[in-house]
T-cell receptor, first 111, second 115 residues
Framework: QKEVEQNSGPLSVPEGAIASLNCTYSDRGSQSFFWYRQYSGKSPELIMSIYSNGDKEDGRFTAQLNKASQYVSLLIRDSQPSDSATYLCAVRTGSARQLTFGSGTQLTVLP | DADVTQTPRNRITKTGKRIMLECSQT?????MYWYRQDPGLGLQLIYY???????NKGEISDGYSVSRQAQAKFSLSLESAIPNQTALYFC??????????????FGPGTRLTVL
């Protein structure tokens, strides 16, 4: 079992819809959780970080963390074609000194 | 100016050649990382360094070496390049303290092709 798993997609949603991206992790001691967006051929850029159970909102983005169920999700409201990218989930697992990345979910927002 | 820079941005080389990729940062961060990315495989950690004297292997360090010349500079070397090292390479940095300690900031990447 991979430490951090994401559905690779592709996930397609129409413009204006809510896109829901999910990530599960295997280590219950994980401390820090991140969502990065990566456009094709470009570097990952941070969208959200979340450290505590519950929801964290930033503009059209909401990160949700449930440590008991070991998942973290990202909701994108009012999806735009410019949101089309690969979304990477990253987790600092247990006592690790570095992040572990999932393989990413490719999102396409259709005009 | 970019906070994290990588040189070169693109490089084509031949099997068996030695190659160095360089990373510099002006963010003042102590921690630096090297990743490679292959299509569909996400980011794989090659090496990481928490300060000049603290260098650690990541999950795929075989065939690579690193040098932390200063707090702001972290270089990745391929001693004898092979075709399956063809990939996109990213450098990243993070801060040692504060609420965003684990947040990593990425350079623009180096696309390496080994023929």
């Amino acid at each position: 079992q991979k430490e951090v798993e994401q559905n690779s997609g592709p996930l397609s949603v129409p413009e204006g819809a809510i896109a829901s991206l999910n990530c599960t992790y295997s280590d219950r001691g994980s401390q820090s959780f991140f969502w990065y967006r990566q456009y094709s051929g470009k570097s990952p850029e941070l969208i959200m970080s979340i450290y505590s159970n519950g929801d964290k909102e930033d503009g059209r983005f909401t990160a949700q963390l449930n440590k008991a169920s070991q998942y973290v999700s990202l909701l994108i409201r009012d999806s735009q074609p410019s949101d089309s990218a690969t979304y990477l989930c990253a987790v600092r697992t247990g006592s690790a000194r570095q992040l572990t990345f999932g393989s990413g979910t490719q999102l396409t927002v259709l005009p | 100016d970019a906070d994290v820079t990588q040189t070169p941005r693109n490089r084509i080389t031949k099997t068996g050649k030695r190659i160095m990729l360089e990373c510099s940062q002006t963010k003042g961060h102590d921690r630096m990382y090297w990743y490679r990315q292959d299509p569909g495989l996400g980011l794989q950690l090659i090496y990481y360094s928490f300060d000049v004297k603290d260098i650690n292997k990541g999950e795929i360090s075989d065939g690579y070496s690193v040098s932390r010349q200063a707090q702001a500079k972290f270089s990745l070397s391929l001693e004898s390049a092979i075709p399956n090292q063809t990939a996109l390479y990213f450098c990243a940095t993070s801060d040692r303290t504060g609420p965003g300690t684990d947040t990593q900031y990425f350079g623009p990447g180096t696309r390496l092709t080994v023929l």
